[in-house]
């Protein structure tokens, strides 16, 4: 299977600070992807970053991908209580779906 | 533009009765997919459509479960005989024309099964 899988499973940090999660999987990919999910709601896309990328940035949001290792690794920086959700990775392989990890569950305290 | 469009959002079956669970894409995608989440845990992929068409359907239980994207009207998940363990929250989720997972998918905001 090329699930993703992340780590930490949870994560609780102070308002301003960084937060770091990652992202490992099992077979060659075509795009790794990554989404929010606020609690009861549907997923929101963050980032796709392509298999011959290394970096992405989107706001306060960096993305690094390292595919000789089969990692990911999503920075939220500067924190905000907003940022409070699950946060999944999820990659696109041959199959045409996307195979999505367990989740971080990020908590943000004020 | 509105966004993927699930309803109902919440539904309360008795074991042994039919579940509908309707989806409506983004307009202008043409590919659909549904996704299971139980709480706490990740989406499992179900099944892939494209308009009257099922491309992958393997992640849907081959007994009970059925989906159907239709030329016209929205995307349906149909679970017959539904049993406690259907109880979990169902997504769609909907991407734009070519190839498929190139371009982000757009959610809906689910909905939650409940099987009593």
């Known amino acids: 299977s090329q699930q993703g899988e992340e780590d930490p499973q949870a994560l609780s940090i102070q308002e301003g600070e960084n937060a770091t999660m990652n992202c490992s999987y099992k077979?060659?990919?075509?795009?790794l992807q990554w989404y929010r999910q606020n609690s009861g709601r549907g997923l929101v896309h963050l980032i796709l970053?392509?298999?011959?990328?290394r970096e992405k940035h989107s706001g306060r949001l960096r993305v690094t991908l390292d595919t000789s290792k089969k990692s990911s690794s999503l920075l939220i920086t500067a924190s905000r209580a907003a940022d409070t959700a699950s946060y999944f990775c999820?990659?696109?392989?041959?199959?045409?779906?996307?195979?999505f990890g367990q989740g971080t569950r990020l908590t943000i305290n004020p | 533009n509105a966004g993927v469009m699930q309803n109902p959002r919440h539904l309360v079956r008795r074991r042994g009765q039919e579940a509908r669970l309707r989806c409506s894409p983004v307009?202008?995608?043409?590919?659909v997919y549904w996704y299971r989440q139980l709480p706490e845990e990740g989406l499992k992929f179900m099944v892939y459509?494209?308009?009257?068409?099922?491309?992958?359907e393997s992640g849907m239980p081959k007994e009970r479960f059925s989906a159907e994207f239709p030329k016209e009207g929205p995307s349906i998940l149909r679970i017959q005989q539904v049993v406690r363990g259907d109880s979990a929250a169902y997504f769609c989720?909907?991407?734009?024309?070519?190839?498929?997972?190139?371009?982000?998918?757009?959610f809906g905001n689910g909905t939650r099964l409940t099987v009593t």
């Open positions: 459509l494209q308009k009257e068409n099922i491309i992958d």
């Open positions: 999820a990659t696109a392989g041959g199959a045409q779906k996307l195979v």
């Open positions: 989720a909907s991407s734009p024309p070519g190839f498929p997972v190139s371009s982000p998918l757009h």
């Open positions: 970053i392509r298999s011959n990328e």
């Open positions: 307009k202008g995608h043409s590919h």
């Open positions: 077979t060659s990919i075509n795009n």
